[in-house]
């Protein structure tokens, strides 16, 4: 069965992430859909490239990703496609790209697409479209494009100042999980064995990494490295 994401900051108090549904699922009735996010922050695309990138690589190989935040802006209305990890992923020309795959080289397509209404119903059957011509090998209407003719979104990343590294927060879960925008190779390389200390909330800090919520009492804080990032 053909599998399909959405991820959108449509919020889930509109119509918008329902109509999209609805156009999908007039196009492929069987298809499996499933729900990355819509209730990210509007223009927050580091956000969104990080709840993207944590949940696709666990999809099926050949799934179709539609990404429908900030859509407009890129003036010129570019919509892009990338083949990628055995995913087809589709997204407006707003950075996303650069961000997911860390400015790393891939191959990247522009849609030649026209479209009568530049919204993002429109978009949507844009994507249908060459979904449907995808799945049977056929990359018609896909113009190759490379890195310096889209738009370049960079990473934030650590800053290391003294004995004091500088980082960002990503996301924050419901649970309050707050992802940070360091990695546990670079927060190794920089720590190089030594002790740390994570402040945060201005006077509170962790002085160490634990493996399990059931490390610290009720109601303490702890901080976890992860693949992505550290949690604290």
């Not at 919509?79 to 191959?107: M, R, S, W």
């Not at 160490?208 to 490390?215: E, F, L």
Request: hydrophobic letters at 40%.
């Amino acid at each position: 069965m053909l599998t399909l994401t959405l991820t959108s900051d449509f919020g889930y108090q509109s119509h918008y992430s329902s109509s999209v549904k609805g156009k999908i699922l007039s196009v492929f009735p069987e298809i499996q859909l499933v729900d990355i996010s819509h209730s990210l922050k509007p223009f927050q695309l580091h956000q969104a490239a990080y709840l993207f990138r944590s949940a696709y690589i666990h999809l099926p190989k050949g799934s179709f990703h539609f990404l429908l935040n900030d859509l407009h802006s890129d003036a010129a209305r570019h919509l892009l496609y990338v083949y990628e990890n055995g995913q087809h992923i589709f997204c407006a020309n707003n950075g996303f790209i650069t961000l997911l795959f860390d400015d790393k080289p891939v191959q990247i397509f522009r849609l030649d697409e026209t479209l009568p209404q530049y919204d993002y119903l429109h978009v949507c059957e844009a994507f249908l479209a060459h979904t449907a011509l995808l799945i049977h090998g056929n990359r018609e209407g896909l113009i190759p494009t490379g890195v310096d003719e889209i738009k370049v979104l960079h990473a934030a990343q650590p800053v290391m100042n003294g004995h004091i590294v500088e980082v960002q927060v990503l996301y924050i879960d419901p649970y309050g999980n707050v992802i940070l925008n360091i990695r546990q190779k670079q927060f190794e390389e920089m720590a190089a064995g030594r002790k740390f200390k994570i402040r945060f909330m201005k006077h509170d800090e962790i002085s160490q990494i634990h493996t399990s919520y059931q490390d610290v009492r009720d109601g303490g804080v702890l901080a976890f490295l992860i693949h992505q990032g550290i949690w604290k």
